[in-house]
């Protein structure tokens, strides 16, 4: 079979998932049917999640966190890891499941930080090695100067759309990119190794222009995305000091900057994509790239412009449903202006993306965080002799984890952040419309467009791949 | 509270929406379900490298034991991922497989020299 699609997840871990039974299929969608119902006739009429109540945990505690030894040391073990993981990609095997480098970055980070990030704040801005460097660079040039480095002023209706671009280069990175003769193989160490060095170049290039602060804020893609998640959780350094704020309130804000609706839209359509692209869109893509490889270009060329297009074409998909829930609610008497509907319902999808990463690569992340911790810490660059901490033989236990017991988590994580995401809808809804049965009225656009999403999700899940 | 009508429409537009997927769903698993493999020794003949008639689908229950053979026409190491079981098979040989199936999931075996998957091998519960 030609134009078989390997993405990286699975070039990595010899055990897939199998697809959730019809059953639990139609439980899972029955069950978000009902709870949506439910939702909307129970739910309060005055807003609640507008308010973060933030308050700040013990001086002392902030002081630790914030002391310059704890930022200094975090900061070096980031550049230490990109930096590691950049020469073990270049001089390591070029099996993808032996080197170090794609499984930490695409897993370890790439699929570690939005969980940590929701359960710990923005863990990530510390460890940003390219925040860390950009910092010491732009004190070393004020100590020597005397002066901050000037700026140029970032133009604000950019906004993160940088970031959003970012992340799906990020992903076809990783599913569209390696290609070898019409087969897909999933993307090498070495090819992943001069990804980073590029981006690690152009990040730098872009916070030399627009100061490093201003350029985590809305365009580095690690920066961005990992924060959206961060905005879930309850955690956060503020103002010089570390707090907690009530669940789900901080993502209220998140979207005021023009292009997060495009950041959180990439994020629902990459991990569809990854999804689909073995699965339900396997046919279609396999047909799109013979009749492109029939027109004369290369079989190579054919398969990554094939995915790339579906690709793209998931995310005008998912931007798509989003837009026409926008619109029906634009409809509701009361409504405010469709700029602030766009921006103002976007927070509402991030539960949604986080749930679709939790289903589509929990087994991934518990299968190959033990390579990762196992032999891949002892023998990283996958040389077969060296073994540092005498893990080098250990292999991954795929006994962890039972087909039953992934498919609950996959379709309890669907369920659990449909209702979050309708929740925080509700509550935005309560706080545009002043009358409460408007607000709930145009509610049901934003019901069709979650139902849409979660039961697509379990659509994706319950395909077979093949 | 909104009005009845309208609730009722959204109801059963999302209820609808939801059986038409279903429907959609279980026709295309009909269609690609494998019949089970147990007892049954399936042969995979390996010409020029490539497994003959595509990838080999091999579908079991728990518990069953998974039997196979590989008939290759070139020399190479079979690799039964997961399981991680592998047997040298020499050109004009042939290799046999049986293991009980322990592991769930979905598994590759590989022509390991030539990373060319001949077997996709699926343990349900």
Redesign the interface.
Known sequence: ?IG?ALPVAHALV??????IP?WL??WG??LV?IV??FA??ALWQTPRLEDERWRPLGRRLSRALLSLPVRALCGAVGVALLGFSIYAGLHGTEAPDRNFALTFLFVTVWLGFPLFSVVFGDVFRPFNPWRAIGRTVGGAFAAIAGQRPAHLSYPSRLGRWPAAAGLLAVVWLEVVYGVNGGVA?GVEPHATAIAALVYSLYTLLMMTLFGVEKWCETGEVFSVYFGMFARLGIFELRDGRFGRRLPLTSSTRWATVPGSTAVVIASIASTSFDGAQEGAFKGAIVQVFEWLSDTGLSLTTSLRLANTIFMLLTFAGVGLVYLIGVRGMESVRGAPPLEKLRSGFAHTLIPIAFAYLVAHYFSLFVFQEQAQFGYLLSDPLGTGTTDLFGTASA?ID??VL???AIWYVQVGALVIGHVVGLTLAHDRATAYWGDY?QA??SQ?WM??VM??FT?FGL?LL????? | ??SRP??VA??A???I??LV??IT??K??SD?TSSPSSGKVTTIVIKHGKPVG??AQLTYNEGETVRFKVDSDVSDEVHM??Y?IMKDVKAGGSVSFAFPA???????AELEGR?E?IL?L?V??
Do not use: W
Not at chain 1, 14 to 19: N, Q, S, T
Not at chain 1, 462 to 466: D, I, L, Q, R, T
Not at chain 2, 102 to 108: A, S
């Open positions: 079979m078989l010899a055990r897939k998932d199998l697809p019809a299929f139609a969608a029955s049917l949506s119902f909307l006739s193989v292999g795929f006994k039972s087909a039953n049965r709930a009225r049901y019901l069709a139902v849409a039961c659509y319950s395909v077979a791949n093949s | 509270m909104p309208i609730r959204a109801g537009t999302a209820v929406a939801a997927l279903l769903l279980s295309s698993n690609k595509g990838i991922h997961g991680d322990t592991l769930e999931g979905v598994f590759e990373k998957q996709e699926t349900n519960p």
